[in-house]
């Protein structure tokens, strides 16, 4: 029986993909109004990850389905999620490392799917080999299942050669060698020819084919000699397998010889046919001395032996013909009929994507870069509204209008100012504003905590690095403090938005002051507003005058622009393309998505028109205020003539019209500072979580290495090194009811007040005019009840990512890199400062 190799398997550890998936999924993919649950697929896949790693030490047939699952699985999985992002730290002991006197094991440790991709398919192919060399020669059957799984082996071992080191980024242990692998597959790739020889042989093919077929087996087995007598691998085959290589590469050899002996007998070159057998069974028993398998091609070495006994007695007593050089014979020609196969985009039979639902990659990081495109836009028009309304309302309180309209008798509180009354005392009045703003600190001290946490975090992974670097020389891992650039970048980020948002509160506090006692007089109603207000003169302009006629119209006016606004405002937050759809579609047809190109036609042809109407809007507004403002003139001096009320008066009414614009304006202000705020406790939550599975995933390395050296120098101490991970610490509560409830209507804000100064390149706080008190946190994708109503800024949109402007990349050799976050954990680029 003939003897094949079978390639020994990578042994993995247990470890947990639950949590660390979960975190990752509802982080790039879940939103406030859109939560993703994939916790039941993801359980899914961990029982498919403990079937498969295990099951392959039962080398059957029926186990190759179970690793096939859960590597498509994988591969689904991979091109969805960011696959260095993933921090699991992923254990695999290597194949070929037969352990220590300690009992240690060369193993590696590397937190990416890339890795436990690679791993996995090492250990298809190993069991593809062990299954084919299982298989019975003497049936059809058989032959074929082996001839395929060698080939198949032979062919994922030759795609690993070629992307192991791209998928690792780091040294890889020597199973994963490119020099080993290419090994490997030349190894399977002689194998699966040998296939082809014993099938044509069982087959009775003419000797010619066979011959052929024999001659190119010789040949892949003299390229697999070359490759495993490298130096670096020659430790770590089995003592058998090179010799058992070199015994049938001279066994094929005899072989080919022995088969084109026989058509040289068919075609009567007796001398010729001599010459070869003499060489073959030469070949023949070199193989079995060299090999060690006395049996190695036992029967045919016995037919080569007699075949060439009969043909010398017959040339000896009937040809006597010269037997030539068998170095002057021509060489056989070769056959190659195994090859590589290319690895199969699918390997099991009947594969249901756990996560069908979770669109790729490339069209999510699109997605989110037309949301960010979309809310600029969104925001811009917006903002464009409001900040026109703030200075229409803060134009007519300024004129005392409508309530100088109102002015009858001189004693009665305008109509106007009981309206913006009731309107104050429904929402809750000077006490509820008061309560916001005592929420605020709580508020901004959970959001710190979280930082402060997580920056400890940091701090306490790289100082145990920098401790072990000093203390183990052999300390070869990439440090610290190269892979936590883009953590502490962030850091810095989200804290020097908290600092602004703490300039923020102080500008609300201080407007707040300057309007809470005439706030107070607007909380108590009417009565306490008739108290407040000094007695005017009775008399008044006619309200047959023609400037108090034409102010009237005006005022009706102005009431009709801000309820086209808020119309116009309503369809641009409700606008609603589904782009999913069209990048999807755009991903199958071209291979790839030019986002920008297609955000940009299906937002024109969607806000165009209300991009126009907002501009038109605003031109009916500056002739507006021209002839509000005339009249207002005239019907003053008409008023004065007439005796109206008195100057004290008037500017109490005006104190009362803009308490009631800044109430509006820091309700409106403060219910986006709330959101923020509790937005922001989310994105630091994932944040530190992301932190925290990182921290893990070193620790599990930190245990990894000190194990590798406690094996290789048993005398460097290492009793303090050697720890067990320590827990991840469970993230800040943030509950749910701290969560402001809608969003705000537009409101009769008045003036706003200037925003100081943001240096250039950090996230702009509140409105792209820098005059609002809180900016415009927006994560995208947000609910559709969240209004924020300042722009993004010019931010410039990179043609590839997320289409967040964000800080470049760095690439550490020897340690897979940290990707960047999706853009809703990622500092907002258009932030509310808070």
Known sequence: MAEFISVPLKKPTDVDIIKPLKNLISASFSTADKPEDYGDAISELSKIRNNAVWRVFEKYESSLEVIYMYYDQLCALEAKVPAHEVQIPFKWKDAFDRGTFFGGRISLTVSSLSYEKVCVLFNIAALQSAVAASQSLVSDEGLKLAAKLFQLSAGIFHHLKGTVMLAIQQDPTPDLNPDTLAALSAIMLAQAQEMFVQKAIHDNMKPAVIAKLCAQCEEYYSEAMKAMQKEQLKPLWEREWISLIAGKQASFHGLTEYYQGLVAHENKAIGEEISRLEKAVELLKAGQQRSGHPSLFEELTNKATRALNDAKKDNDFIYHER??????????????????????????????????????????QAMAAYDVRKSEIVNGEVSKLRDATNMLNSILASLNLPAALEEESGAAVPHSLVDKSNAVIALGGVTALQNQITDLPELLQRNRDI????????????????????????????????????????????REIINTAVQSDKVVREKFDTHVKAMELLSGGESAMSEALPSGSSGGVSSTSAAYRRLKELM?????????????????????????????????????????????????R??????????????????????????????????????????????????????????????????????????????????????????????????ELVENIANEKPGEGISDAKKAAPPRPPPPASSPSSAPAAQPGPSSAGPQLPYPAYPVGMPVPYGASNNMPYPTYVPPPMPQSYNPYATMGNVPYPQQGYGYPIPSQPQYPGYPPYQQMPPHQMPPQNPHPW
Request: aromatic share 6%; charged share 25%.
């Open 323 to 364: 037997i030539p050089d068998y170095k002057n014979l021509p060489p056989v020609a070769k056959a190659a009929i195994a090859k590589a196969l290319p690895l199969p985009e699918r390997l099991s039979h009947n594969f249901k994507d756990l996560f069908e639902n979770l669109v790729p990659v490339t069209v999510h």
């Open 451 to 494: 930082l402060v946490e997580a920056e400890r975090l940091l701090n306490q992974e790289q100082e145990q690095d920098d401790q072990l670097r000093e203390r183990f020389k052999s300390w070869n891992r990439t440090p610290s403090v190269k892979l936590t650039e883009t953590f502490r970048a962030n850091l810095a980020k989200y």
């Open 556 to 604: 009706e006016d102005v009431e009709v622009i801000k309820a086209e606004r808020a119309a116009i405002e309503s369809e641009l937050k409700s606008a609603t393309i589904d782009m999913k759809s069209t990048f999807l579609s755009a991903l199958a047809q071209d291979g790839a998505i030019n986002e920008a190109a297609i955000s940009m036609e299906s937002l024109g």
């Open 606 to 703: 969607a806000f165009s028109p209300l991009q126009q109407q907002v501009k038109d809007s605003l031109q009916r507004q500056e002739r507006l205020v021209a002839e509000i403002q005339t009249k207002n003139n005239e019907f003053v001096l008409e008023k004065n003539s007439a005796g109206g009320a008195s100057q004290h008066r008037e500017q109490m009414l005006m104190q009362l019209a803009a308490a009631h614009d800044a109430f509006m304006e820091l309700q409106s202000n403060l219910k986006e500072g709330n959101k923020f705020y509790n937005d922001l406790t989310q994105l630091l939550v994932v944040f530190q979580n992301k932190i925290s599975d990182f921290c893990f995933a070193r620790k599990t390395e930190v245990n």
